[in-house]
Each structure stands twice: as C-alpha cells, then as structure tokens.
C-alpha cells in the first residue's frame, strides 16, 4: 500500500508489525475487538510502534493473559527495546517477568517507591525474591496469601 503523496510508510509499518507479531498475520482481516486479549495487547503495542516512538509506555501488559502469551509478550517487548533502541516504560505486577526483561526496576508499595536499582540486583533481593515473587530463603513456594503488607513495610522502612 502506497499513500497518496507516493510514500510506502503504511507497508513499512505493517511489515514491521508482522515481524514483532507474526501471529497478528493470522487476523489480519478480523476487528481488533473479536481477537483474543493477547492478540488485542499485540495490537495496540503494534499501533503504538507506528508512530515510531523514542519511549513506550506499557500498563500491565500481561493482565489477563495466559502464561504462553506473558512471555511472548514480553519477549517482544524486550525485541523492540533492543532493535528499535525505544525506551519502554512497563508498569507490571508480575515482577518475576518484569524483572528478567528490564534494565532497571523501580518497586512500589502503596504509592511510593520503596526499591530502586538495577533490575538483576533486585532480582537476587532476598526481600523482592519473598514478598513479590515468593520464593523463601530456603528456595521453597511461599503462598502470597501468607504475607503481611506490614512485615514488608516494617522492613523497608
């Protein structure tokens, strides 16, 4: 497809999107609001990236989705930080995901920053490892039904 003045910016974003979503190809001609939640998410991140972004940002893109998706997603997204050098800003809550795709990690707990630094530094945090992603000190599943926002809290503060 070619716009009026002549350019091919329409074939050049659609490629592009086809490349960082292969599966979007399957529903080209479907509206976006018959697709799935996954390929909903696709859809508009692949829209976004159209206008050729230099800073991205994502609010929860894994919610709702099944396991198999969440890493696609993010898969891709780490794709597009790396070859379209475009800074993403993801706000998530499953920080065992958000962690092994970003750079740097902010942690917030009522509405403030409670941990900053490298995301691999904060990934091997014995507190981020419990109380976010729950794992125990002895490398066990912890329930988050077992935490206490207060023990968290008092530990931060």
């Keep these: 497809i070619t ?6 910016k329409i074939r050049e974003d659609n490629e592009l999107m086809y490349k960082h979503f292969p599966r979007l190809s399957k529903v080209t001609n479907r509206m976006a609001g018959y697709s799935s939640g996954g390929e909903q998410q696709m859809i508009a991140i692949a829209r976004a990236l159209m206008a050729a972004p230099s800073m991205l940002m994502l609010d929860e893109p894994s919610l709702g989705l099944a396991p198999l ?12 930080n790396k070859e ?26 009522s509405g403030k920053i409670v941990l900053e630094g490298p995301s691999e530094e904060l990934s091997n945090n014995p507190d981020v490892k419990e109380f976010y992603m729950g794992i125990t000190k002895g490398g066990g599943r912890k329930s988050f039904k ?11 503060m």
Excluded: C, P
């Design 84 to 109: 379209l050098d475009t800074t993403i800003l993801v706000v998530e809550q499953n920080a065992k995901v958000a962690l092994a795709v970003s750079d740097y990690a902010y942690i917030m707990e």
């Design 146 to 156: 077992d935490v206490k926002s207060y023990k968290r809290r008092k530990r931060w």
């Design 69 to 80: 998706l969440v890493k696609e997603i993010f898969d891709n997204i780490q794709k597009i």
């Design 3 to 8: 716009r009026k003045d002549g350019s091919k």
